[in-house]
């Protein structure tokens, strides 16, 4: 069963700092991606990779960046945090990009302060 | 533009009532549809998918060209189906999701 883990269930950080999320899969997948999930807008796509060291911005970008040293390792980052970037975050994988189904992580709810 | 619309955000029923959840997509070429399915503190997982034509838990979905749909349907409903789903579109070949707002199912005893 495909294994993806998210570093932290709950982060609290304050304005200004900045903020690693990562996350772990098992499964020698290609495809990584970091998504924001907001009640009423549902889950939108900040930035994605399809391999390492390769990263694609998604719909939403701004104000964040990834890294991907690693094929198992996809780290979001918040530059400098700011109050509209508290949010529920989920990191997914998937095999490759031939319609494959996306494995999600538990999640990491974030409060910026 | 590509694009899901689920029309509800909220749909409560009655446990053994039938079910629709409504899923619109917005795309020119071949889509492919999921559904995923997010139970009270635990992880979106994938419910099922057009191609692969089967029922998962009661539930099945069609694909309507036409109509560019992909409601997700339930003849009886269960309390514990209660849960948030999304329906999701895969355009291309890029492996990207493009997601819809999301539908809460309450199912009421």
């Known amino acids: 069963d495909v294994k993806v883990t998210q570093s932290s269930r709950y982060l609290v950080k304050r304005t200004g700092e900045k903020v690693f999320l990562e996350c772990v899969q098992d499964?020698?997948?290609?495809?990584m991606f970091w998504y924001r999930q907001d009640p009423g807008l549902g889950l939108r796509l900040i930035y994605f990779s399809y391999d390492v060291k390769m990263k694609e911005k998604g719909d939403i970008p701004e104000g964040y960046s990834v890294s991907r040293e690693k094929k198992e390792r996809f780290s979001l980052i918040l530059e400098s945090a700011s109050t509209n970037q508290t949010s529920m975050y989920l990191c997914a994988s998937s095999i490759d990009r031939n319609n494959q189904p996306q494995h999600f992580g538990d999640g990491t709810r974030l409060s910026i302060l | 533009a590509q694009r899901v619309t689920q029309p509800e955000k909220l749909l409560s029923v009655f446990k053994g009532a039938p079910v629709e959840l409504k899923c619109n997509y917005s795309?020119?070429?071949?889509?492919?549809l999921f559904w995923y399915v997010q139970y009270s503190r635990q992880r979106l997982q994938l419910l099922l998918r057009h191609i692969s034509r089967e029922s998962i838990k009661g539930f099945t979905a069609d694909l309507n060209k036409g109509e560019t749909s992909f409601h997700l349907k339930k003849p009886f409903a269960q309390e514990e189906d209660s849960a948030m789903y999304y329906c999701a579109l895969d355009s291309g070949n890029t492996g990207k999701l493009i997601f819809g707002q999301g539908t809460t199912l309450q199912v009421k005893p």
């Open positions: 795309y020119s070429g071949s889509p492919e």
């Open positions: 499964m020698d997948h290609e495809n």
